[in-house]
């Protein structure tokens, strides 16, 4: 039988910290939404990453519900919001009824434009709208032009929202990402760098941070106001991560560094054993940008000898997981009706696959694939792909 390889699973720590640490949430009983763990879990979180404050929630999805809604967004509200991601960075935009306007990336860091962003503010300025948010995402553990587009949020005067579910330990000239506009989201579903089964973190850097912290902790609990009885005056959530969940989330804080070395070791052997085929490159590091390596994720050229599904065909009848890279959310049938703002002009021409599309998400969409990355792989298993993966040029 052919051994089976992960993309990217969970891997919890060799000494059995997180055990150790839920078994203390039921010696003591400390079982649903308040702990130990929990709080020590967010201590960690703002304490890693130099968040002001931090809370803990069941998911980066509901992270990024609580971060617009604490930037004020509302129904009809703009909000500008890299396309190409993971649908749960747009899907809360809708969930309060605002108005996404997707931005495409640029190819140094495959994230958000900011030049494409500045048209965006333009376009909309003349017609007399603002945003309410502008999310970026640090794909893949890759950080965005960061400091370039919270400028020009901060000229604005808009919040900036970074999605920083896959990027935990990425920095930028040692800053964390998450960390450089007024709210971050992290992530700990399964695949995650760290996981907890299922969770995320909403980090808090406005200047009444502890305030805003307040109101996601009122929403993120049923919005129960002051009063014997149960009242309501706001709509709330049962967004609560549990104090057993943070026990695991507590034990992988333990061991995210050795993680994060694997993810990158992963990374420079692909680099390092893929280097002769030239029609590969890799995706951007930079000096100033410590990646985290999430996933390892190559381009493939479009006049080369190999197209990206045969590498994954390849792979996957040898039983190894691998993924195309995100589909742009322009280019997804349920946002369809919504704007996007791009440096590059639509193709005259209509292509089976991509439409008319010619955007910078669209093309790393079409020439990528993410590599299998998961840390506990082997050199023989990274051997395996390797060569996999060589044998389809001959
Ligand atoms: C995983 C992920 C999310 C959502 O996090 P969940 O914890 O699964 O809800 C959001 N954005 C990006 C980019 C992600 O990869």
């Given at each position: 039988?052919?051994?089976?390889?992960?993309?990217?699973?969970?891997?919890?720590?060799?000494?059995?910290?997180?055990?150790?640490?839920?078994?203390?949430?039921?010696?003591?009983?400390?079982?649903?939404?308040?702990?130990?763990?929990?709080?020590?879990?967010?201590?960690?979180?703002?304490?890693?990453?130099?968040?002001?404050?931090?809370?803990?929630?069941?998911?980066?999805?509901?992270?990024?519900?609580?971060?617009?809604?604490?930037?004020?967004?509302?129904?009809?509200?703009?909000?500008?919001?890299?396309?190409?991601?993971?649908?749960?960075?747009?899907?809360?935009?809708?969930?309060?009824?605002?108005?996404?306007?997707?931005?495409?990336?640029?190819?140094?860091?495959?994230?958000?434009?900011?030049?494409?962003?500045?048209?965006?503010?333009?376009?909309?300025?003349?017609?007399?709208?603002?945003?309410?948010?502008?999310?970026?995402?640090?794909?893949?553990?890759?950080?965005?032009?960061?400091?370039?587009?919270?400028?020009?949020?901060?000229?604005?005067?808009?919040?900036?929202?970074?999605?920083?579910?896959?990027?935990?330990?990425?920095?930028?000239?040692?800053?964390?990402?998450?960390?450089?506009?007024?709210?971050?989201?992290?992530?700990f579903n399964g695949n995650k760098i760290i996981t907890t089964?299922?969770?995320?973190?909403?980090?808090?850097?406005?200047?009444?941070?502890?305030?805003?912290?307040?109101?996601?902790?009122?929403?993120?609990?049923?919005?129960?106001?002051?009063?014997?009885?149960?009242?309501?005056?706001?709509?709330?959530?049962?967004?609560?991560?549990?104090?057993?969940?943070?026990?695991?989330?507590?034990?992988?804080?333990?061991?995210?560094?050795?993680?994060?070395?694997?993810?990158?070791?992963?990374?420079?052997?692909?680099?390092?054993?893929?280097?002769?085929?030239?029609?590969?490159?890799?995706?951007p590091q930079t000096d100033a940008n410590e990646n985290n390596?999430?996933?390892?994720?190559?381009?493939?050229?479009?006049?080369?000898?190999?197209?990206?599904?045969?590498?994954?065909?390849?792979?996957?009848?040898?039983?190894?997981?691998?993924?195309?890279?995100?589909?742009?959310?322009?280019?997804?049938?349920?946002?369809?009706?919504?704007?996007?703002?791009?440096?590059?002009?639509?193709?005259?021409?209509?292509?089976p696959f991509m439409g008319a599309d010619n955007s910078v998400?669209?093309?790393?969409?079409?020439?990528?694939?993410?590599?299998?990355?998961?840390?506990?792989?082997?050199?023989?298993?990274?051997?395996?792909?390797?060569?996999?993966?060589?044998?389809?040029?001959?």
């Amino acid at each position: 039988m052919k051994q089976h390889i992960f993309l990217a699973s969970p891997h919890m720590s060799e000494e059995g910290f997180e055990q150790k640490y839920i078994q203390k949430a039921f010696d003591t009983n400390w079982l649903a939404a308040a702990g130990e763990n929990l709080a020590v879990f967010e201590r960690q979180l703002a304490d890693k990453t130099g968040a002001k404050r931090t809370v803990a929630l069941s998911s980066g999805t509901a992270a990024m519900h609580m971060a617009l809604k604490a930037a004020g967004v509302g129904q009809g509200d703009l909000v500008f919001c890299q396309s190409l991601t993971f649908s749960a960075t747009a899907n809360p935009i809708l969930y309060e009824k605002a108005e996404p306007v997707f931005i495409d990336s640029e190819s140094d860091t495959w994230n958000m434009d900011p030049e494409a962003l500045e048209l965006a503010f333009e376009k909309y300025g003349r017609a007399g709208r603002i945003p309410k948010a502008v999310i970026v995402v640090h794909l893949y553990g890759i950080c965005a032009k960061i400091e370039k587009v919270a400028e020009i949020c901060k000229k604005h005067q808009v919040p900036l929202i970074e999605d920083a579910a896959e990027s935990l330990g990425t920095t930028f000239r040692g800053k964390h990402t998450g960390n450089f506009g007024d709210y971050g989201i992290v992530s700990f579903n399964g695949n995650k760098i760290i996981t907890t089964s299922g969770g995320g973190m909403l980090l808090i850097n406005t200047e009444n941070a502890e305030e805003r912290e307040k109101k996601v902790r009122f929403w993120s609990t049923q919005a129960r106001e002051a009063a014997r009885w149960y009242q309501h005056e706001e709509i709330g959530y049962n967004y609560r991560m549990s104090n057993i969940v943070a026990g695991i989330g507590r034990g992988q804080m333990q061991v995210l560094e050795k993680r994060i070395e694997k993810k990158k070791y992963i990374f420079n052997y692909y680099k390092t054993q893929l280097a002769d085929l030239k029609e590969i490159s890799f995706m951007p590091q930079t000096d100033a940008n410590e990646n985290n390596c999430w996933l390892s994720v190559i381009q493939l050229d479009d006049s080369g000898k190999v197209r990206p599904l045969e590498i994954m065909k390849a792979l996957e009848l040898e039983d190894i997981e691998n993924r195309p890279v995100w589909k742009p959310l322009h280019l997804q049938p349920v946002f369809q009706n919504y704007d996007f703002i791009s440096l590059r002009e639509k193709l005259a021409v209509t292509d089976p696959f991509m439409g008319a599309d010619n955007s910078v998400a669209g093309e790393l969409f079409r020439k990528g694939v993410c590599l299998p990355s998961d840390t506990k792989m082997t050199d023989e298993d990274l051997a395996r792909v390797c060569s996999i993966i060589k044998s389809l040029w001959g």
